[in-house]
């Protein structure tokens, strides 16, 4: 301050005392004019002001404030924007020192910031060596591609390019029409009802076939779709749900008909393995399957199979890529309206309560790389790639593979389900940025989420646990259930804990800006607006009630519902008798309590005589397995046991003793038959405890009942037997063994036992 002082002093009351270099020199005093003046036209004498630094200071603050007033009302002035060029000079370059600022800081950090830096793994590439500065500067220029996605705008030029792209026909958008409008009283009060009013729809479709539709019915009401609240202002709603409509071969020439972004059209032709020829965008089942994903419904198809996987799973990574882009470009175009605003208008809310939009469920790592790999093909050029930690991620999810035996070999189905890194515990962030994929991204950071069931349910942990976080799933849009029926296999109890916590409230607020919130994500009615797509290879009841109890989409959804000609039965080469035994079961509840009632009661009897001898009793689920062991303890049957748990020296001596007659009884399980594929030979009779998950386990099974491998010295070729164990409840999987048609009429039969004999000429 006080060499401020000193300054000050030099310029208007001359040269200071303390200061001897300007003492020295000659101050010429500075003209003053004054406003008297004699008439002979002489300079009148100087008037001699008072240089008191107060009134100084009391002029320069009026001067202040006059130049704020005359910027205030040049900036009210439309034709003038001089000043606004001159801040927008000033914040380039205070940017630009900012910058400079922050670049100069990086390389000035202590040895204890550095230490901790490392500890973190932020200057660490993905082998564990340390960074060099080309790949810290390329890590800071996508941390700012991700910053810039997340709450900043793009330069002018590209948002004019973008926003021409977002304009054309956006009202028309499926994207705009389901995610940007609220909901109307009478189709929220439609679907809060329980059960639900729907309207169904059948339609018969080339590719898909039997497809059938539900859309959600509401009380009809005057103006629905708009209702206007003043005179400049009306208030739209979201448009009830519709049939879909097959894309037509003329809308896929120009894909910009099908609101598909122009940033990628380029990009699918290469990126779509499964087209035999370049000149289409679509094969016919990804044609059929993208018209309704488009539409914003959900959807479940239970025809997948290993030929038509690639097809799927690229029509719903384009469906997921092309939903973040639209989502991302609403956010850079609001955030560069509401530069110049104070206030956030209700139409600019365009996001969730967290960042997460879109969860990826599937049972094994090499799933994940495959779908990731997808996403990369689709979303950047090939030239012009750029994933971050890629190499960590090849690294951890492709290897740990099985090796497959050469000598009796695995069927077919086994080596192709479980090729590649089988590991089901994974999780993984993806944030898309605006030229590159950040893979291994913190949840709350990411707009992917794919993870296995088990992965899932390590994180969101159990009630009553300490550390515990599901809040990543309270804003979830889209969900997408690959591979399905191999959950069942897994634990389909870790499907249902994760469906369970989505669209919580979340604990905390995450850096949420609750301003740009959509009001029917803070409504609580995000489940209204997530769309589910479900793909199995089979139709199991586990699979139809997620998608009827968990999919709650005001758009409706639609289900691929096709009969069987030709039931598992047909692939059964053995000569044998196939007898299928239909108990009562008054509810669900009731049903494991009346099939081992059944069981005991009616089978088990006939199958203790030791005529009956090498009965392999084969069992789905693992409850019933351990309550039949059980019961086999408890009455001192004489038996042995294989199932998912079982070591294989175990394994080893269960299988001699039935081959060889030692037992009487052999409890097989499901789920170690998946995993294993084991060859068991001696079955002499086969009880289906209930009927398979996996049809073709029926035929596999009854066919190991071959002669080669039957021990001769025990029993006779021409006893032998398979009973079937049925409900009304276990329609689908009776009508994959014996087909649809058949299965209509054994269960409207008055009769409860029919039999069938395979193998006869």
């Not at 060499?3 to 005093?29: A, E």
Request: with cysteine; hydrophobic share 35%.
């Amino acid at each position: 301050m006080a060499r401020g002082k000193v300054k000050y002093k030099d310029v208007v009351g001359g040269h200071s005392k303390t200061n001897k270099k300007f003492s020295k020199k000659k101050v010429n005093s500075r003209k003053t004019y004054s406003l008297y003046q004699a008439n002979n036209g002489k300079k009148s004498k100087k008037r001699k002001f008072n240089t008191n630094i107060e009134e100084l200071n009391e002029k320069r603050q009026k001067t202040e404030e006059t130049v704020q007033v005359e910027e205030e009302s040049s900036e009210s002035e439309e034709d003038t924007d001089h000043m606004q060029q001159l801040r927008a000079s000033f914040s380039s370059n205070l940017s630009n020192k900012k910058l400079v600022a922050v670049e100069s800081s990086d390389d000035s950090f202590s040895e204890e910031e550095h230490e901790s830096r490392e500890e973190k793994g932020d200057n660490l590439d993905e082998s564990g060596s340390v960074k060099s500065d080309s790949e810290l500067l390329e890590n800071s220029q996508d941390e700012s591609d991700d910053v810039e996605s997340e709450g900043e705008s793009d330069s002018d030029v590209n948002i004019e390019n973008e926003e021409q792209d977002n304009n054309k026909d956006d009202s028309s958008d499926p994207f705009v029409k389901h995610v940007c409008y609220e909901l109307h009283e009478s189709v929220l009060n439609s679907l809060q009802n329980v059960p639900m009013l729907v309207k169904e729809h059948i339609e018969h479709w080339p590719t898909l076939g039997r497809v059938i539709i539900q859309i959600p019915q509401y009380k009809e009401t005057e103006k629905t779709e708009c209702n206007v609240v003043t005179i400049e202002e009306e208030k739209k709603f979201a448009p009830p749900g519709s049939v879909p409509s097959k894309i037509n071969n003329t809308d896929l020439s120009k894909p910009e008909n099908i609101f598909i972004k122009n940033q990628i059209i380029n990009n699918l032709t290469k990126a779509n393995k499964s087209l035999s020829y370049g000149d289409v965008l679509f094969t016919d089942l990804q044609n059929e399957l993208f018209s309704v994903m488009n539409n914003y419904q959900d959807i479940y198809y239970s025809q997948r199979s290993f030929s038509n996987a690639e097809e799927i799973r690229f029509v719903y990574c384009l469906h997921l890529v092309n939903h973040i882009l639209k989502t991302r470009l609403k956010v850079v175009h609001h955030n560069a309206r509401l530069s110049n605003k104070d206030d956030v208008p209700e139409d600019f809310r365009d996001q969730g309560l967290v960042r997460p939009k879109i969860l990826v469920i599937v049972p094994f790592k090499d799933s994940a790389y495959q779908i990731i790999q997808t996403l990369i093909n689709i979303l950047l050029p090939e030239d012009k790639s750029h994933v971050m930690k890629r190499k960590r991620f090849v690294e951890e999810y492709t290897g740990n593979e099985i090796s497959m035996p050469k000598k009796n070999p695995k069927p077919e189905d086994y080596e192709l389900t479980f090729s590649g890194n089988v590991s089901d515990d994974f999780k993984i962030g993806i944030t898309v940025t605006k030229k590159s994929l950040k893979l291994y991204a913190d949840f709350y950071s990411s707009d992917i989420i794919i993870a296995s069931p088990l992965g899932l349910r390590t994180l969101i942990g159990a009630e009553g646990e300490s550390e515990r976080d599901y809040d990543f799933l309270a804003s979830i849009e889209l969900l997408v259930l690959d591979q399905a029926e191999l959950f069942f296999m897994q634990n389909w109890d870790h499907l249902i804990h994760a469906l369970n916590h989505l669209h919580l409230q979340p604990k905390n607020s995450h850096g949420t800006d609750f301003s740009r919130v959509r009001t029917w994500s803070l409504n609580g009615w995000a489940k209204y607006y997530r769309q589910t797509m479900i793909f199995s290879s089979i139709a199991l009841p586990e699979i139809n009630a997620v998608f009827n109890k968990k999919c709650n989409n005001y758009a409706g959804k639609a289900k691929v519902s096709n009969p069987v000609e030709f039931g598992a039965i047909r692939q059964v080469f053995v000569q044998i008798p196939h007898v299928f035994h239909k108990f009562e079961a008054s509810n669900v509840q009731q049903l494991l309590e009346a099939r081992f009632d059944f069981f005991i009661n009616k089978i088990l009897p006939q199958q203790k005589d030791s005529l009956m001898k090498q009965t392999l009793i084969y069992v789905s689920s693992y409850f019933d397995f351990v309550r039949l062991r059980n019961y086999f303890k408890k009455e001192e049957l004489s038996f042995v046991q294989i199932c998912e748990y079982s070591k294989e020296s175990k394994i080893a001596r269960a299988r001699d003793m039935f081959y060889h007659g030692d037992v009487h009884f052999l409890l097989y399980t499901e789920r170690h038959h998946f995993y294993n594929r084991i060859r068991v030979k001696g079955i002499r009779h086969l009880i289906f405890y209930e009927p398979p998950a996996f049809p073709h386990f029926y035929y596999e099974i009854c066919n190991f009942m071959q002669e080669a491998n039957m021990n001769k010295k025990v029993g006779s070729m021409t006893n032998m037997t398979v009973n079937v164990l049925y409900s009304k409840y276990d329609v689908q999987r009776i009508s994959a063994i014996v087909g649809t048609e058949r299965a209509m009429k054994i269960l409207n039969s008055d009769r409860s036992v029919h039999m069938m004999v395979t193998g006869a000429e």
